[in-house]
């Protein structure tokens, strides 16, 4: 008879491990939490016709990666800014908000992630890479995640979509075809533990906090791009990013605080807002790509609720 208290046991310790998987799949925070309840509930009730032909880990890898599959029959592709379309090379043009059928990409605070996943797969958590997953069916998407990412056999990712092992391995050949001309190159990317990873997101803070521009210009790098979800307008290159930002987003010196965080295994920044009694109130996560040669990406997310799953306030004093 299944011990319940091992499947508890099993919930417990694979629950961050399971965000990480479902968020993967689905691209979203808040659609991968959901899928981790429904996991959990569903395992509940079918425990006791675990049959242990598969281990536990398996068997609940099995009900995640379904679950998913069967949400996301009925989900359209989610999408960042750059994914769109060409930029903008007038950082004076009116903004163009996301048409309301266009589903956005979200990122996910490390805070809420195992810190042994973040080391052990930090490229495949990052923005670049889950943008480019959406790219994918979601069949070929499951058998990338399962073998590539997470290292399962074929027997196993076969038993975990009900499949073949040579239905497995078809399928996995064409899922990294397509990975490999969308996906982002990220050889050069910094590590956080390397000392240009700190430096760079403190001297972008700094800059941001002074309104200075010229030290703004030191930090990016000459093909930077810029781009905030919840819109379909971006920009690329430093002169026409540092347009926009200096014109449109920081304004004045005391106008934005921020706090260094991280998300999606990359440096990122908590912002505040100053609000009218001085105080700051929280804007959402900026979630920077960063290399040897500059920040080469800066992604805004106007969420306030992003900023509290990151661990940090939602207001600070003046």
């Not at 163009?96 to 495949?124: G, H, N």
């Not at 979509?161 to 990317?189: D, W």
Request: proline letters at 6%; glycine letters at 6%.
């Amino acid at each position: 008879m299944p011990d319940d208290d091992l499947l508890l046991q099993e919930l417990e310790r694979l629950r961050r491990e399971l965000l990480a998987h479902c968020y993967r799949m689905m691209g979203s925070l808040d659609e991968a939490e959901d899928m981790v309840q429904e996991t959990s509930l569903r395992a509940w009730k079918g425990y006791q016709d675990f049959d242990g032909r598969a281990s536990l880990r398996v068997w609940l890898y099995r009900i995640a990666t379904n679950t998913c599959l069967t949400a996301l029959q009925h989900r359209s592709r989610r999408f960042l800014p750059s994914g769109l379309g060409a930029p903008s090379d007038d950082p004076n043009a009116p903004i163009k908000e996301f048409d309301a059928s266009v589903a956005m990409l979200q990122p996910i605070p490390d805070a809420l992630l195992d810190p042994a996943t973040i080391v052990a797969s930090r490229q495949t958590l990052r923005l670049g890479v889950i943008a480019s997953l959406q790219h994918l069916p979601v069949s070929q998407r499951a058998v990338l995640i399962l073998r590539d990412v997470l290292s399962f056999s074929a027997a196993d990712t076969a038993e975990v979509l009900n499949t073949t092992t040579t239905a497995v391995k078809s399928t996995l050949q064409r899922a990294r075809g397509k990975m490999a001309e969308v996906a982002p190159q990220l050889e050069e990317v910094v590590e956080p533990t390397d000392p240009v990873f700190t430096d760079l997101l403190d001297r972008y803070i700094a800059a941001i906090e002074a309104s200075d521009a010229a030290a703004l210009a030191d930090v990016l790098h000459h093909d930077a791009v810029l781009q905030a979800a919840g819109t379909s307008t971006w920009f690329a290159g430093l002169k026409t990013c540092l347009r926009y930002l200096i014109d449109h987003v920081i304004l004045g010196p005391g106008s934005w605080r921020m706090l260094p965080t991280a998300a999606n295994g990359q440096p990122a920044a908590a912002g505040y807002r100053r609000q009218p009694d001085g105080t700051y109130a929280a804007y959402g996560l900026v979630v920077l790509d960063i290399t040897y040669d500059g920040v080469v990406g800066v992604t805004s997310f106007g969420d306030p609720a992003l900023v509290e799953r990151a661990g940090l306030p939602l207001l600070l004093d003046r």
